[in-house]
């Protein structure tokens, strides 16, 4: 792996986008993963206070799995995330289903 010295000189990034991607790119993909555990952390922690547990996890897994959608559309982040925030969502949707009736 090549040492990136000179962060401030993005030619080739035009717009947002390509911007993220070239960071995406430099941290060998970490970048979004993490960007998008963290914001599923804090959802999560955040609908806490009002909600309980399960029904937080489902509606940040929800938030979480719209993201990914169009993340994974640009390829900014990897197909098994999707995959994974729509299993989480599911299996959430069936837990509270049944444990509501």
């Known amino acids: 792996m090549t040492a990136v010295t000179n962060l401030t000189n993005l ?5 947002f ?6 960071a995406n ?4 993909g970490v970048l979004i993963i993490m960007f998008v555990l963290s914001l599923f952390i804090i959802i999560t922690t ?7 547990y399960q029904e937080a996890v489902f509606a940040s897994s929800f938030v979480c799995l719209m993201l990914s959608i169009v993340l994974s559309s640009i390829n900014l ?24 009736r």
């Open 77 to 100: 982040l990897p197909f098994q995330f999707l995959i994974g925030f729509a299993t989480v969502w599911a299996f959430m949707a069936l837990y509270i289903y049944l444990i509501k």
């Open 11 to 15: 030619t080739n990034a035009g717009n």
């Open 25 to 28: 790119d430099t941290t060998e």
């Open 46 to 52: 955040l609908l806490l206070r009002r909600y309980e």
């Open 17 to 22: 986008i390509e911007l993220v991607d070239y």
